[in-house]
C-alpha cells in the first residue's frame, strides 16, 4: 500500500491567516499543550490486520504517575498528520477496568524491551529510567487516518490498533528505516534493556484483544423525534 | 461490547460522577525532572505547529442531548484544512477527550457521500458567538473565523468525561456541533458558565459577527442528523485478525 506522503490537499495558507496564527501562538494560553513533555517512537498496527503497519510518533503528557495521554503523529515533522491518540496507563490502574474494556488495550513490555519503542534524541541511559516504568504500563489507541493505505484526508470511522506483542511481527523493512532514520539500533537497545520486567502480574490475559482481532463498525442510532429542517433555511 | 452509546457498568473507572480526576497517583518528582530533560533535547515540531487555542461546545451524535465545552488546539497544514487536539477543559490538567479535523468546503465538496455524513458544519457556531479565541482581540481573530465559517469539521471523542468516566472507556463517539435549530441547540446554562469563566460574553460575539459573511449553503449531507432524525454510534465487534506472526 502507497504511504500517504503527499501535502494535504488545499490551498497554502495565506499571509493573513499565517499573520493571525503568529499573534495567537504569543498572546492565548496553551497549558494542556505545554504539558507535553516527551517525543515517543513505536509501531502501530490496525486490531484486525497485523500487516498494516505505522510508524507512530506520540507526544506524550502524564495525566499523573498512573495516566499518560499522547497526540499520535505520522511524522516528527512540522507537516506531520495528527492521526490518533494513545491513553497509556499503569498495571494497577488498568487492573480496574471493567473486564469488557480490558481487551481494547495493548501491553508495552515487549515493545520497550526489545528497544524498538525509544524516544527519539534522548540518551540510553535516561530513556531508560522513564521506559523501565512504560514496559510495566498498556495503552488504548485509536488512529482516524489510513495514511498507510494513501488516504490524503481523514475518511471513514476510527480504527483500534495494537502494538507488537513479539518478535517476527514487526516488517523488516519499516524496522530498518527507522533504525536509519533515527540513528539507532534495537538490538542493541535490547541487550542494555534485558534488565527490565513488564507487569508484576505478568501480561492480562484480556490485554491485546484477549488473542484476537477487533474492528469498530459503525451503526446509526434513532434520535428523539424532532421537526426535519429543510437545508434551505440555515 | 463497548459501543460509545451504551453506558459502562460503574467500577472504579466510571463513577457516573462529572468531574473526578483520573485514577492514579500524583507525579513524582523524579517523573518530573524525567520529563524536563526530554524536553530540553527532544525536538516537539508537531507540538509547535499548535498555534491557536478556541473554545467551543459540541454535542454527542448518538445523543444531543448530552453536550460539553471544549478547548479545540489548533495547528493549521494549509488554507484548507486544521487539526485540532480536543480536551475538556483550558487549565493544565485537562484531559484530552478526542481530535477534530476541519476542512474548507472545497474539500468537503470533494469528499463521498458516505463520508460527508460523518461531518458537521460550523458556520452556526460561529455566527451565533459559541466558537470564541480566549484571549485574542477581535481584529487578529477575524480573517481566521470568516474561513472557519465556511469549513466542516469531523469530531472523534475518545473521553466521555461528562457521563463520569474517569479513564477513557469505550469506542470513540462521533460529535455534532451545536445548531440554530431544535435539539441542536446549546443549553444557555452551559453557555452563561463559560463565558463567565473566561469573561466574554456570546451575545456580544455574535453581533460583532452579524455582517460576517455566511455560506450561501450548507451541504445537505452534513448535520446527518438534521435531515434524517438519525445520528451514528461506534461499535467495537470481533474479527478475524490478518497475521503475518503469531498474536499475542
Not at chain 1, 104 to 123: A, M, N, R, T
Not at chain 1, 130 to 151: C, I, M, S
Not at chain 2, 189 to 211: C, N, Q, W
Request: hydrophobic share 40%; aromatic share 8%.
Amino acid at each position: 500500500m502507497a504511504a500517504a506522503t503527499g501535502p494535504i490537499p488545499g490551498d497554502p495558507t495565506p499571509f493573513s491567516i499565517s499573520l493571525a496564527e503568529t499573534a495567537s501562538s504569543a498572546i492565548q494560553s496553551f497549558a494542556p499543550i505545554s504539558r507535553i513533555h516527551q517525543h515517543l517512537c513505536a509501531f502501530h498496527f490496525y486490531a484486525d490486520d497485523m500487516s498494516r503497519q505505522i510508524e507512530a510518533h506520540h507526544f506524550c503528557a502524564h495525566l499523573n504517575e498512573d495516566v499518560r495521554q499522547c497526540l499520535v503523529f505520522d511524522s516528527p515533522d512540522p507537516g506531520a498528520r495528527l492521526i490518533g491518540v494513545e491513553y497509556i496507563v499503569s498495571e494497577p490502574i488498568y487492573l480496574t477496568l471493567p473486564d469488557e474494556e480490558k481487551p481494547l488495550w495493548h501491553s508495552h513490555e515487549f515493545e520497550v524491551k526489545s528497544g524498538i519503542l525509544f524516544l527519539p534524541g534522548v540518551s540510553g541511559a535516561v530513556q531508560r529510567q522513564d521506559l523501565e516504568k512504560v514496559a510495566k504500563t498498556y495503552g488504548k489507541t485509536f488512529h482516524f487516518w489510513q495514511v498507510d493505505r494513501g488516504d490524503e484526508l481523514p475518511l471513514g470511522i476510527p480504527n483500534l490498533m495494537m502494538a507488537l506483542t513479539r518478535d517476527g511481527q514487526l516488517h523488516e523493512n519499516l524496522s530498518q528505516d527507522v533504525e536509519k532514520k533515527f540513528g539507532v539500533s534495537f538490538a542493541e537497545e535490547r541487550g542494555r534493556r534485558a534488565y527490565m520486567s513488564g507487569p508484576e502480574h505478568g501480561v492480562h490475559p484480556l490485554a491485546n484483544g484477549a488473542g484476537k482481532g477487533l474492528k469498530l463498525e459503525l451503526r446509526e442510532v434513532a434520535l428523539p423525534p424532532t421537526v426535519p429542517v429543510p437545508s434551505v433555511f440555515v | 461490547m463497548a459501543s460509545s452509546d451504551k453506558k459502562p457498568v460503574l467500577a472504579p473507572a466510571s463513577t457516573g460522577i462529572q468531574g473526578q480526576e483520573p485514577p492514579g497517583k500524583p507525579e513524582t518528582i523524579a517523573t518530573t525532572v524525567i520529563d524536563a530533560g526530554a524536553k530540553l533535547v527532544q525536538s516537539m515540531k508537531p507540538i509547535q505547529k499548535i498555534k491557536q487555542h478556541a473554545c467551543t461546545f459540541a454535542l454527542y451524535g448518538h445523543d444531543l442531548h448530552r453536550q460539553i465545552e471544549t478547548s479545540h488546539y489548533i495547528s493549521r497544514l494549509n488554507n484548507d484544512f486544521l487539526q485540532c487536539a480536543v480536551y475538556d477543559s483550558d487549565e493544565s490538567s485537562a484531559r484530552l477527550i478526542g481530535v477534530e479535523y476541519v476542512v474548507s468546503a472545497e474539500l468537503f465538496e470533494r469528499l463521498p457521500a458516505e463520508e460527508q455524513k460523518l461531518w458537521h458544519s460550523h458556520a452556526y457556531e460561529v455566527k451565533a458567538g459559541l466558537w470564541a479565541s480566549p484571549r485574542l482581540p477581535d481584529l487578529i481573530e477575524k480573517p481566521e473565523l470568516e474561513n472557519l465559517a465556511r469549513t466542516y469539521g469531523k469530531f472523534w471523542c475518545t473521553w466521555q468525561v461528562d457521563r463520569g468516566d474517569r479513564l477513557p472507556l469505550g469506542a470513540p463517539a462521533l460529535m455534532m456541533s451545536p445548531q440554530g435549530v431544535n435539539a441542536g441547540k446549546v443549553r444557555p446554562e452551559m453557555v452563561k458558565r463559560r463565558d463567565d469563566r473566561l469573561g466574554i460574553s456570546s451575545e456580544y460575539l455574535k453581533e460583532a459577527r452579524l455582517e460576517m459573511a455566511e455560506p450561501e449553503w450548507i451541504h445537505p449531507n452534513a448535520d446527518y442528523w438534521k435531515q434524517h432524525g438519525e445520528g451514528f454510534a461506534v461499535d467495537v465487534v470481533s474479527a478475524e485478525m490478518k497475521t503475518v506472526a503469531a498474536f499475542p
